[in-house]
């Protein structure tokens, strides 16, 4: 979600970050993940058995041998230039992964939440040092959560209940006047905290299935924010006019605010904005299985995903093109 807010607001106009979030969207899913899979797909001939991994990674620890490895023990058969060069390149993608969650979880923690609500009148460089040391124990606090991971698929377990538990909250507040900042603050930890507790009881010998821990992850993280939201104050009027005067949301969330700022309907329809994006799913998952089909051999499945990403596509071009249109 970052990096499609990035793109979002690099653009110059409308068009563009629509334009770009939907290129990214089909990059990311239907392009990107394929030199990946092919990899683990050729890690089931080169590796049939654990004991295939155990051989080409003779020092690793055995309570690290799982089938998760595969992707490690693949790198043994590169050459050592390319070697060097995938090593070089991992590297850097995960001190610019790192280095920018510190920076953003810093951004949000100091000027969303201290500066806002602790210390509105605090010096450039008080924030400055505080803002070192959040990042100091943002840092702690995520090592401290990695040691509860012993597997990629955890850990992708793990980020998909804490994004699971904040969604409805961030499609909700373009919908809804009442979510303030206290919402998501509540939303944010809270999913944070269920995830992590429910991780930490799989360890201790709790039995509960994947999809049970993220259901309840969800309910669990939305009784509590939409507690806190009832529980304080919405945020100030001057603020909530200035969001539909600049925004113009649609829905009736907004109807009263938007007859008390004296500006038109919003331009946007929501049957029309669920259809845009019923067909932008389609499209990504028309290209991406698209393209799996035509790696794998599969041609008349190929062609098949592929007219669905044409014509989802196509049909989504055309109502971008009324959508904006609308805007102006």
């Not at 390319?82 to 991992?90: E, F, I, M, N, R």
């Not at 806002?116 to 605090?122: I, L, N, S, V």
């Not at 946007?268 to 393209?291: E, H, I, K, Q, R």
């Amino acid at each position: 979600g970052s990096y499609v807010a990035q793109r979002m607001l690099a653009a110059k106009d409308e068009k563009h970050a629509l334009a770009a979030t939907l290129w990214f969207n089909v990059a990311h899913y239907a392009l990107r993940p394929w030199p990946w899979i092919l990899v683990a797909l050729s890690s089931l001939l080169v590796f049939p058995e654990l004991a295939d991994i155990q051989a080409a990674l003779p020092g690793l620890d055995p309570s690290l041998l799982d089938h998760d490895i595969a992707y490690p023990a693949m790198l043994t058969l590169l050459p050592h230039g390319l070697l060097g060069l995938l090593v070089a390149s991992l590297l850097s993608a995960y001190v610019s992964t790192m280095s920018t969650h510190l920076n953003w979880g810093a951004s949000y923690l100091v000027n969303d939440l201290y500066r806002r609500f602790m210390c509105p009148q605090g010096s450039e460089k008080h924030l400055i040092r505080v803002s070192r040391l959040v990042t100091a124990l943002l840092m702690l606090a995520a090592g401290a959560v990695a040691f509860l991971v012993d597997t990629a698929g955890e850990g992708f377990q793990l980020l998909l209940s804490i994004g699971a538990g904040t969604g409805l909250l961030y499609l909700l507040r373009w919908f809804w006047w009442r979510i303030n900042a206290w919402s998501e603050v509540a939303a944010m930890l809270s999913s944070f905290v269920v995830a992590v507790g429910f991780l930490v009881a799989s360890k201790n010998g709790a039995e509960i299935p994947n999809h049970i821990s993220l259901v309840c992850s969800v309910a669990i993280t939305t009784v509590i924010w939409v507690t806190v939201t009832m529980l304080t104050r919405p945020a100030d009027d001057e603020t909530l006019i200035r969001f539909v005067t600049t925004v113009r949301p649609a829905g009736p969330g907004w109807a009263n605010w938007r007859q008390r700022s004296g500006v038109s309907a919003s331009p946007d329809s929501l049957p029309v904005a669920f259809l845009a994006w019923t067909l932008g799913c389609a499209a990504v998952y028309g290209a991406m299985f698209a393209t799996g089909n035509f790696l794998y051999g599969r041609v008349a499945s190929a062609l098949v995903c592929l007219a669905i990403f044409i014509m989802a596509g196509s049909w989504l071009a055309v109502l971008l093109r009324r959508m904006l249109a609308a805007e102006d």
